[in-house]
């Protein structure tokens, strides 16, 4: 049997907001398992969250560079915050970033492609070397589209580009390619705030989809309710989890009483023409960082 320790039981609280002994029954019974005793809590109705809470901090900056049918998001982490506002480091983010945009988000292509003379992985030693702190370009990723705009979005940006939330999103569109950049830039915003998982829900992981259906399933099965009412109730709890996870289906930040898809009907008739979200990237600094490196944290 695992040993439950007491940062176990403080993260499962953070991630659940469920109480302490709960937290501790819940592990327990999983075996130490941090998503099983998510899962386990939601069944017996105890806790609300379904989002792992980000449990690894790193700094640096997220870069972003786009052209007209093209945006790339880079993440290059360094030891401190201080250096994030260095000059030297910014410029280097940002280099990265231009050269992802023609060199494709491969970290290793990156790396190897050059900016001038220089290829990039000697212009980060050349950084460290000045700066006297490690950095390493940790992922990167591209989005492109035919005919439209690529909207764009920095989160506490430190200069024009480079923040510590990136996001960049695909409008396919014949309409005015100001208005589509214009709302590009709004729901990128959107994105940036409300952390969708997919445009909608054929673009949801289908062990995502299975997982929230097992949760609900079993939660209300546990209440003594017949099969064919947990039936309904399952598919009006999965519309629910659309509406929390899937772009289209969210609330608008702007404006909260009409989904986002609502809000791209509307923007057609300023842009002139049928708007396509074909697909975002949002790179938050340092997230999932429990994860194996080099993730490429790819278009939604």
């Known amino acids: ?63 972003i560079a786009t052209n007209a049918s093209k945006g790339a998001v880079v993440e290059v982490n360094s030891e401190t915050d201080f250096v994030a506002r260095n000059d030297l480091f910014q410029g280097l983010v940002k280099m990265i970033a231009d050269v992802a945009l023609g060199a494709g988000p491969q970290v290793e292509k990156i790396l190897a492609a050059k900016a001038g003379n220089i290829a990039v992985a000697d212009s980060i030693a050349d950084t460290i070397a000045k700066i006297g702190e490690n950095m390493t370009l940790r992922r ?19 200069v024009d580009g480079l923040g510590r939330i990136g996001v960049i999103v695909g409008l396919e569109s014949t309409g005015n390619v100001d208005e589509l950049k214009a709302f590009g830039r709004m729901v990128a915003m ?93 790179f938050a600094l340092g997230e999932g960082m429990d994860k194996a490196s080099g993730d490429s944290g790819g278009p939604h």
């Open 140 to 158: 990167a990723a591209e989005l492109s589209i035919g005919t439209g705009a690529i909207g764009s979005y920095v989160h506490n940006s430190v």
């Open 1 to 63: 049997m695992a040993n439950i320790t007491a940062s176990m039981v403080k993260e499962l609280r953070e991630t659940t907001g469920a109480g302490m002994m709960d937290c501790k029954a819940a592990l327990s019974e999983t075996d130490g398992n941090l998503d099983a005793a998510v899962d386990w809590l939601r069944k017996k109705g105890l806790s609300k969250a379904a989002k792992k809470a980000g449990r690894v901090a790193a700094e640096g900056l997220i870069g």
């Open 190 to 282: 959107h994105v940036a705030s409300a952390n969708p998982q997919a445009v909608d829900p054929s673009g949801l992981d289908p062990a995502t989809v299975a997982r929230e259906k097992d949760v609900l399933a079993e939660k209300f099965k546990a209440q003594g309710k017949p099969a064919n009412v947990v039936e309904k109730i399952v598919e009006s709890g999965l519309r629910t989890f659309y509406k929390e996870v899937c772009l289209l289906d969210q609330g608008f930040i702007f404006d909260d009483k009409k989904s986002v898809a609502q809000a791209i009907k509307e923007a057609e008739g300023r842009v002139g023409a049928p708007i396509k979200v074909t697909g975002f990237v949002r």
